[in-house]
């Protein structure tokens, strides 16, 4: 990873796409400061699209996009995309499963409640209710019973990941970078080659691995250290700041570059 600062003149100019993980890459220890959502804002009226891309709750997500200044969501890591309708009040709902979506969590359930038979210490996020494709297991300090958690998911045919707040578990083969390719295709008309020139994504987690690893223009803001080693592949640069700080840092070097661009 190379300091953001450091990338070569202008090499974010074709940059139309900004897609960034949520939790402690737009927020900092669970708050959204004031100067990253005005970051959020100022991309998008330099024209740049902007989707979080968040192992986040259907609920957490319905708000964003209907409230933020982000052009939609992606979120329970790939099990759905919310964004707004055109006149601005309504809001489109798009699963990965389709109309099939309703009837995911009653079995969901049915596994989780199996897993906590089995590991008694096992307990739901205090989200889960507001989830609608997906099972969120609260972390813990003992790092033995979150791999048994994940063990257990894995057991039940479940795709599993942990990210800085959740033990992850969900049906089907998908992860944030499958919904991201399937979102640009479909409601973007992107394919993967122009996603590569046009793409930035930012995160800090090891479910942010598969972005990291496909895209070319990966930034990781600073609290990624605390991760690097388990991951595939490191973002290709690294902000100075944790967190919002560091997505503000990536957000500016977009805007300048863009910037930059136009008047050249």
């Known amino acids: 990873m190379t300091p953001i600062q450091e990338r070569p003149a202008g090499l974010f100019s074709s940059v139309r796409f900004v897609l960034t993980d949520m939790d402690e890459t737009l927020t900092f220890n669970g708050r959204l400061a004031a100067e990253t959502y005005s970051a959020l804002e100022r991309l998008q009226h330099a024209g740049v699209t902007v989707i979080p891309v968040t192992a986040a709750p259907a609920g957490w997500c319905d708000q964003m996009a209907r409230m933020w200044p982000v052009d939609g969501v992606i979120g329970e890591n790939g099990g759905l995309f919310f964004y707004r309708d055109k006149d601005g009040h ?10 099939k979506a309703a009837d995911m969590m009653p079995q969901l359930l ?31 300090a003992d790092a033995g019973l979150e791999r048994d958690i994940a063990a257990a998911l894995a057991a039940a045919g479940l795709t599993t990941t942990i990210n800085n707040l959740w033990i992850l578990g969900w049906t089907g083969g998908y992860d944030k970078l499958a919904a991201a ?16 020139q046009s793409l930035l994504y930012s995160g800090d987690s090891l479910n942010d691995a598969p972005m990291f ?52």
């Open 213 to 264: 690893v496909h895209y070319r223009h990966t930034v990781g803001v600073s609290t990624i250290r605390q991760c690097l080693t388990q991951l595939p592949k490191a973002p290709a640069w690294i902000t100075e700041g944790p967190g919002g700080a560091g997505f503000v840092e990536a957000a500016q070097a977009v805007l300048n570059d863009i910037g930059a661009n136009k008047r050249a």
């Open 181 to 196: 390719r399937k979102v640009l295709s479909e409601h973007y008309g992107i394919d993967d080659a122009l996603a590569q």
């Open 90 to 99: 309504g809001l489109n709902r798009t699963f990965w499963h389709g109309t």
């Open 110 to 140: 049915a596994t989780a409640n199996d897993i906590m038979r089995q590991i008694p210490q096992a307990r739901f996020a205090d989200d889960q209710t507001f989830r609608l494709t997906s099972l969120a297991f609260a972390r813990s």
